[in-house]
Structure formats: structure tokens, C-alpha cells
């Protein structure tokens, strides 16, 4: 029941938010609390998992074990974060007459917002390949009208283009899964053939290694579209820019490694029909070369979003390098670098949101001496750079260094790819670095100002609470996992390790 709850609470929240969108304090409540409660609920579902293993629904079709655990925190804490970030960022757009339809319009991004986590709670959650898909999908639907929600010129050719070029993606994951089915049948027959991960990751070995391998190739480039894979990342950065800031946050935050999650369950099946490194090269590959095609766009970029949308285009590919190289260090790498990257990411999202609505604009040329003007935020700005750039003692350099080591002990392909992966992460390291001083420290041309439209004026107290309330947990989480990782969430990375070691390896030991 636990997990039909977990799934429950976020549609009743969105419906609540939709039918009494005229009452907008009760709206914001219900937003908070609704996200809240999803948090809670998996807050115990992960401590169940972590004590007792992995969980299944008395329906069949919900499976939760180690993986889906992490990926289940991360969803919920970033979403409750960007819950509460919404409550001032949307009425001061209300306020300012950016918000079409008004109230109505509020009830909208709402009930989109929470059906937009119900969908990635799904993915997550579901024990069949097929729903699988179909949730990912979902979460395209649902995240697209968020991503058109001002629907401006610029915002609907974004929510648009991400459609459009994801759905073809996922039309290629669909000819993954269909021949992933196939293979089944082959090796089970129709009576014994099933789609549910936690049936066929456990005859996996039986499957036809050719089959197991083409159907890899469609599932990478498929959900790697969505993940943000180079070179199918092109919709990422005008989805990332044009899309509410809370938005944004929950796209680069967490929606990209539900998409990479979709992955990693087909990774494992197929390393362990091939018995070889197919899977694992072919992360390798695009993990790096996504590093490097975000290389240039990050050094030479004028949009403050665009550059964290490109940032996100870098550290997706890291996460491939880290379950590439795989083996227990890999594997805990890349969680933890998962984690990472989405509390940073989506704590920097927050802030770019704050700054580019307070001065009416997103152009980096336009956003000099912040720190001069608006100290929090450029604080937390200069934090959130000096933090995804990957310096000690934040979070992100220990995932990075444990990327590094794990690669040097792995296979030659690994220490190549790390070794590129090093000399690129210090270009990007030079490029962000100097956009973020610049934007912090740097003396404007004209005089910094808050605009008339943006947030200052009407800005309450209340408001300024909320935002600071989900910002600094965030904030104390960047450094803390910078000092030390507890020992419960290690534990847990452990029993990740375990469900993504191809069953011919762990029979072998």
C-alpha cells in the first residue's frame, strides 16, 4: 500500500491544485503540503528498502529495490524543494502580469507541476520494461506544457522542439523494448516470457547476445535523447532557458536521470547476455563525447540558464563515464555523482531563477557586481558555480575524484576515457569559472538595478522564508556530502552495486 500511496498523493494533489485554482493561498498550501507528503511517504519506502530489500506492490506492478530507492529521494527532495520555490517565483510573475490566464493559469502550472512528478515517481517505480517506457513518455507529455507554460514565441517552439525530438527518441526506445521482448520469447517462450525487470534481469544470461545487443543501441540513443545525450541534446538548452526556473531545476535536476535510470535497467540485462563490454563501451562513448560537445557552448555562452543547461549536457555525460566504468567504485561513483549533480544543479537553477527575475534578464553581459546589488543570491550564486565546477570541499569533487579512480583501476577503455575526461572537465572547469566571477564580481556597465516587473517590488517576507527554507538544506547537503557520505547512503550505494552487477558476474565470484 505503501507505494500505491506514494503514487496516489501526487495526482490528488494535482487535482486539488486544478479544481480550486480561485483560491490561490488554498492552491499554494495544498502545492506545499501535497509535496510534503509525497516526500514523506518515500522517505519510508527508502528506509524500507534500505533495511528489507527491495519492495513490490500486492498488484505486481510496482517494484521498488536499491536503484529505484535513490532515485525515488532524489525525485522527492528536489520536487518539495522546487514546490516551495514556486510559491513566490510564480506570484511575483502573477504579480507582474506574466502569467496568462491569471489565477486559472496558476492552477494549471500546479496540476501540471505534480503530474509532471507523478510521472517521474512512475518510472522509478514500475517493475515492466514496457511501463517503463511509457512513463518516460509520460514525463515528456507532462514536463513539455511546463516548459511552454508563458506561451511566449520562444517558449512554444521550446516546449515544441523537445516534444518532437523526444518522442522520436523514445520511438526508437520503443524498438529497445520491443526487441528486449523478442529475445524474451526466444529464450522463454510466450508462456514464460515476461517484460518485468525483476523476472528477466534473472535469466538475462539466457537471452540472445546479438538481439540483446541491437536492442541496447535503440534503448541508448532513445532514452539517451531524453537524457541529454550528445549529439541529441539540441532540445535541452531552449527547454532548460524557457521553462519556469522551479521548472528547470526538476528537468536538469532529476528528469534526465530517470531518463538515464530507463538505461541502467537494460544495461544490466545486456551485459549479462553478451557477457562483454558492449554496453559499457557504448556509455563510455557518449559520455565522453557529451562532455566534450558541451565544452565550447559553456565557455562562449551569453544566457544564464543556457550555461547551466549546458553544465547539465556535461555532468549527464559524467554519470555515463561513472556507469561505463562500472564495478562497485564505478556504480557508487556515479549515484553519488547523480545526487550531487542534482541538488547542486537544481539549487543553482533556483538562484538563476531569483537573479533573472529580480533584473529582468538573462543575458550574462547584463548581470555584473550581483553580489554588489543582492548579496544572498549572488553568494549563492558564486557557491553554486565554485560547487559544479567540481572544487573541494563540495560535493561534486568527491564523486568527480571517485569517477577518476575508478576509471585508472578499470579497463584500458576506461583509463582512456577518463584521462579525456580530465583534460575536458578543466576546460569547463576555466569556462565556468570565469562566466560565474564575472557575474558575481564584475563591474557593469550600467548601473545593476532591479527591474520594475521582477520580484523586488511586492516582494514579502513569507516569500523570502520559503525560498531560503528549501534552498539551505540543499545548500548544507552540497557540503556536508563534500565532508562525508553517512553510512546508511553508502550502504544503500552498495546494494545499487549488487543490482547492477550482471548476475554471470556475481555468479563467478
Known amino acids: 500500500m505503501l507505494l500505491i500511496a506514494l503514487l496516489v498523493v501526487p495526482l490528488v494533489t494535482a487535482v486539488v491544485c486544478r479544481l480550486l485554482y480561485r483560491r490561490q493561498h488554498v492552491i499554494e498550501w495544498a502545492n506545499a503540503i501535497g509535496s510534503a507528503l509525497t516526500f514523506l511517504v518515500a522517505g519510508i519506502a527508502v528506509v524500507d528498502v534500505a533495511r528489507s530489500g527491495a519492495q513490490r506492490d500486492p498488484t505486481g506492478l510496482l517494484y521498488v529495490d536499491a536503484l529505484s530507492a535513490v532515485m525515488l529521494g532524489t525525485i522527492t527532495v528536489v520536487g518539495l524543494a522546487a514546490s516551495l520555490v514556486s510559491i513566490g517565483y510564480l506570484r511575483r510573475d502573477l504579480g507582474a502580469g506574466h502569467v496568462l490566464d491569471g489565477r486559472?493559469?496558476?492552477?494549471?502550472?500546479?496540476?501540471?507541476?505534480?503530474?509532471?512528478?507523478?510521472?517521474?515517481?512512475?518510472t522509478v517505480?514500475?517493475?515492466?520494461?514496457?511501463?517503463?517506457?511509457?512513463?518516460?513518455?509520460?514525463?515528456?507529455?507532462?514536463?513539455?506544457?511546463?516548459?511552454?507554460f508563458y506561451r511566449t514565441r520562444a517558449a512554444l517552439e521550446a516546449a515544441w522542439k523537445y516534444i518532437i525530438l523526444c518522442t522520436v527518441g523514445i520511438t526508437f526506445a520503443l524498438f529497445g523494448v520491443l526487441l528486449t521482448y523478442y529475445a524474451a520469447v526466444q529464450?522463454?517462450?510466450?508462456?514464460?516470457?515476461?517484460?518485468?525487470?525483476?523476472?528477466?534481469?534473472?535469466?538475462?544470461?539466457?537471452?540472445?547476445?546479438?538481439?540483446?545487443?541491437?536492442?541496447?543501441?535503440?534503448?541508448?540513443?532513445?532514452?539517451?535523447?531524453?537524457?541529454?545525450?550528445?549529439?541529441?541534446?539540441t532540445w535541452l538548452a531552449d527547454a532548460h532557458s524557457q521553462a519556469p526556473s522551479p521548472i528547470s531545476g526538476v528537468l536538469s535536476g532529476v528528469l534526465l536521470a530517470c531518463a538515464l535510470y530507463a538505461i541502467l535497467r537494460f544495461h544490466v540485462i545486456t551485459a549479462d547476455a553478451t557477457g562483454s563490454a558492449f554496453s559499457s563501451n557504448l556509455l563510455l562513448a557518449f559520455g565522453v563525447f557529451s562532455i566534450a560537445v558541451a565544452v565550447p557552448f559553456i565557455v562562449v555562452q551569453r544566457d544564464l540558464k543556457r550555461l547551466l543547461a549546458y553544465s547539465s549536457v556535461e555532468h549527464i555525460g559524467l554519470m555515463a563515464v561513472a556507469f561505463g566504468i562500472g564495478g562497485p567504485l564505478g556504480t557508487a561513483a556515479g549515484l553519488l555523482h547523480l545526487v550531487n549533480h542534482a541538488l547542486t544543479?537544481?539549487?543553482?537553477?533556483?538562484?538563476?531563477?531569483?537573479?533573472?527575475?529580480?533584473?529582468?534578464?538573462?543575458?550574462?553581459?547584463?548581470?555584473?557586481?550581483?553580489?554588489?546589488?543582492?548579496?544572498?543570491?549572488?553568494?549563492?550564486?558564486?557557491?553554486?558555480?565554485?560547487?559544479?565546477?567540481g572544487l573541494p570541499p563540495f560535493s561534486i569533487f568527491i564523486s568527480e575524484i571517485a569517477i577518476a579512480s575508478a576509471g585508472f583501476s578499470g579497463s584500458r577503455e576506461a583509463l582512456a576515457a577518463s584521462v579525456l575526461?580530465?583534460?575536458?572537465?578543466?576546460?569547463?572547469?576555466?569556462?565556468?569559472?570565469?562566466?560565474?566571477?564575472?557575474?558575481?564580481?564584475?563591474?557593469?556597465?550600467?548601473?545593476?538595478?532591479?527591474?520594475?516587473?521582477?520580484?523586488?517590488?511586492?516582494?514579502?517576507?513569507?516569500?523570502?522564508?520559503?525560498?531560503?527554507?528549501?534552498?539551505?538544506?540543499?545548500?548544507?547537503?552540497?557540503?556536508?556530502?563534500?565532508?562525508?557520505?553517512p553510512g546508511p547512503v553508502t550502504d544503500l550505494f552498495d546494494d545499487v552495486s549488487a543490482v547492477l552487477q550482471p548476475v554471470s558476474a556475481t555468479a563467478s565470484r
Open 187 to 233: 529464450a522463454a517462450g510466450e508462456g514464460g516470457a515476461s517484460l518485468d525487470w525483476s523476472a528477466l534481469s534473472a535469466r538475462s544470461g539466457e537471452l540472445d547476445p546479438a538481439m540483446m545487443q541491437l536492442a541496447f543501441v535503440f534503448i541508448l540513443i532513445g532514452f539517451g535523447t531524453k537524457a541529454g545525450f550528445a549529439p541529441l541534446h
Open 345 to 389: 544543479k537544481s539549487l543553482l537553477f533556483f538562484v538563476a531563477g531569483d537573479i533573472s527575475q529580480r533584473f529582468g534578464t538573462r543575458r550574462i553581459s547584463a548581470l555584473r557586481g550581483i553580489v554588489r546589488v543582492a548579496p544572498l543570491a549572488g553568494w549563492l550564486l558564486l557557491f553554486g558555480i565554485l560547487a559544479i565546477t
Open 421 to 485: 575526461v580530465i583534460v575536458l572537465l578543466g576546460l569547463i572547469f576555466a569556462g565556468l569559472l570565469a562566466q560565474g566571477l564575472r557575474i558575481v564580481y564584475g563591474s557593469p556597465a550600467n548601473r545593476l538595478v532591479p527591474a520594475t516587473h521582477g520580484s523586488d517590488p511586492g516582494r514579502s517576507w513569507r516569500e523570502d522564508a520559503l525560498w531560503v527554507a528549501a534552498v539551505v538544506p540543499m545548500v548544507a547537503a552540497v557540503v556536508v556530502f563534500g565532508l562525508y557520505v
Open 125 to 148: 517505480s514500475v517493475d515492466n520494461l514496457g511501463l517503463l517506457w511509457v512513463s518516460v513518455e509520460a514525463t515528456t507529455l507532462a514536463s513539455a506544457l511546463l516548459v511552454g
Open 104 to 122: 486559472r493559469g496558476l492552477g494549471w502550472y500546479y496540476f501540471g507541476f505534480h503530474i509532471f512528478i507523478w510521472t517521474m515517481l512512475a
